[in-house]
Structure formats: structure tokens, C-alpha cells
């Protein structure tokens, strides 16, 4: 409250000359989950921004959460709901939409690392798009909601009156191996989103940030400013590993200075793959297509998609990969009509999917393979630029990996 209360007596106390100052709003619109935050211009200070952790929506597991799921669900093919449903308020079950964002790009990343199994989810209809929608209209009908959600708070602590008369500057993290054909759809979802251009808002602006640029930007000055010594100095190389749900982007920078501000320039062309968390689900699919066959691809989407009951309790035993013992079996709900099933893969009885962690190593060891030969790379590339070693981490292949 306290915070709302010192955001409100700044903004109330401007200065008439409203060009003078702005919002400024970043979003983080990621495959899986998207996050909001916020900040007024007129103190210039770090501290002062406001990270988003409330969201409507039943479906979200406390009062407050950073960040909602990336998924929208229409009226159309959902019965009991009158407007389009997004984040927290998609309910298992209901016919929805999620790793739009993926589409948006249609060649393969600098990477290089060819996805089969992307291919097999997109053909058991896990990333399909609605009737007559692409998949530019669905990611903006998506960002539209976002925005009206950034308005609804912004209105609460700064009053109506204000907000109208306080430009809004967005900024859109993106994939640094985007290609320039995604990014114009990125802008072209944006724009249709009523970022910029509304007849309502003519001074709103929206811009574009790559990812593992908006988190170096975050960490390095994070690191300066809670006075961390020469933890970063001028001269140094930085490497940004952003691990997403849907990409992993690689991308080193060279320090050029700390103070008075923060100046840094990227050092080599970033890397990076469709080699996110949402590859783990999508060997998952995989997995359960070669052992189950017609009986699991003929399962209807809302009960084995993104969002749903079967998907969510896959998403706990991800995180809990690598706490439990090698030999523990993982259940997962989902009833299948299945002649004579295997009792080691299929509790009949109990209408549930049997996982070893074998099984969930075998799904994860093939993504972090190619994230560390990915970090590899860009570190040889990064020394090979600088012409001295301005990356000096090594990496170690164990099952430690699976433990931190």
C-alpha cells in the first residue's frame, strides 16, 4: 500500500507539462508465462519499479504470482464464458491456445538445432490456431488483454485523470535469434494489440527489447548497484544464458563503463534454439505418442494440451526432477482407451500415465545437451572476438547438472 501511496503523490505532484514525463511499461511475453512491470520516469531510480504479481483468473495458485500463462481461450468454442479468457482464468478443460509466440517465427534460429518433435506437437494439433485467426491475431488478442490489465492497475494508483494524461512507453522483450520476419510480427501483434496508434492514446509508444539484453541490463546494474565491488568492471565480458520456455538465447557483451552509467556493447552474434522448457513437454508428447500410439494422439487436446490436468501435474514432477530417487515412478491422470496396456507404463485401475525418472532423463538430457554445446560455442566465439579469454567459465557435464 505504501508503495501505491508514494506512486500516486509523485505523479499527482507533476508537473502540468506532461511531456515532460512518462510510464514506462516493459513486458516480458514469453511462450509459457508473460510478466508486467512498471515505473514513472519522474524519479529515474531502479528501485522504483513496480513488478506485477497480481492477475484475474481463478486458476492461479495463490493471491500473488509475477507472472500469468501465456494462453487464451475464445467465447466461441467455450461454452459459459461471454468474452475471451487469458492467463489464470483458462480453466482445465476448456478449448484454449498456448506457444502462440513460437509461431511467430517460421525458420529455424542461428542455432541450428532441428526440433522433430515440434513438428509432431504441431501435428497433434497442440500449437493449432483457431478458425480463421493467425497466428499474428492470436498473439495480439493475447498482448490486447495484457495491455487492458496494465491500464486497469495503472488507473487504480494514479487515478483516470492522470493516466490519460501520461503517455505510456512499452517495451516487448524478444528473442535475440528472432529473425527480422518474427520481429515485424512481433510489432505487427503489438500494434494491433492498441500498443501504439489508439485513437484514445495517440502518444502511447511501443518498442522492442531482446531478451538476453533487457536481463543483462537488470543483472549487471543490480550487481552495481548493491555494491558488489569489482564483481563487473570496465573491460569485463558478460555472457547472458536466457533459458525460456519456448527459446534459449545466448548472447555475450564487453563492459566499456559503470559509472556514472552503464555502457556495454555486444561482443559476437548471439546464439540460441527452440530448445526452451516447452521442449521437455513436447519429448514428453513424443514419448507418450510412441508408447501409447492412436490411444493418446486420439485424446482430446483440452485434456492433454497445455493448461491441462495432465499437463499441470507433468509441470510439478519437472520441477521436482533431480530432488527424488532414480528409481521413484511419477503418475500422471489421464484415461485412455487402451487394449491389454502394459502395467509398467499404464495403471489401468487408476487411469494414470506411469513416468520413471529414467524416463524424465531421457527427456531432459537431449535439451541440456544442446544448451551447453550452445554456451560452448558462444564463449569460443566470444574469445575469438575479444582475441583474449573475456569468458573464463568451464563447463562439466554430471548429474549434477540435474541438482542445481
Partial sequence: MAEAEDLSKALTQMSLDVNSHKIIVGIDYGTTYTGLSYVSTEKNDIDDIVVVNTWPGP????????KAPSRIAYPNENTGIESPQWGYQVQPGMT???????LLEKRMPLGGY????????????IMKLPEAKTAIQVVADFLKEIRCHALRLL?????????????????LTIPAIWSESAKSATREAALLAGFEGSSNRPKDRIYMITEPEAAAVAAIRKSIHDGMGDFVKPGDGVLICDCGGGTVDITTYLISETSPQLVFEELCTGIGGKCGSTAIDRNLYALMSERFGSAFDEVPLKRKGPGSEFMKKFELVKRDFGFDKEDKINELTLRM????????????DESSVLLSNNDLRKMFDPIIKQIIELLQQQIEDANREAEREAINVGFHHSSDLYNT
Fill in 96 to 102: 484454449a491456445y498456448s506457444w502462440t509466440k513460437l
Fill in 114 to 125: 532441428e526440433d522433430q518433435n515440434l513438428e509432431i506437437a504441431s501435428k497433434a494439433g
Fill in 337 to 348: 482407451k487402451l487394449n491389454d496396456p502394459d502395467p509398467t507404463f499404464y495403471d489401468e
Fill in 155 to 171: 488507473e487504480k494508483r494514479i487515478t483516470e485523470k492522470i493516466l490519460a494524461a501520461t503517455p505510456l512507453e512499452f517495451w
Fill in 59 to 66: 486458476a492461479r495458485a495463490s493471491d500473488h504470482v509475477l
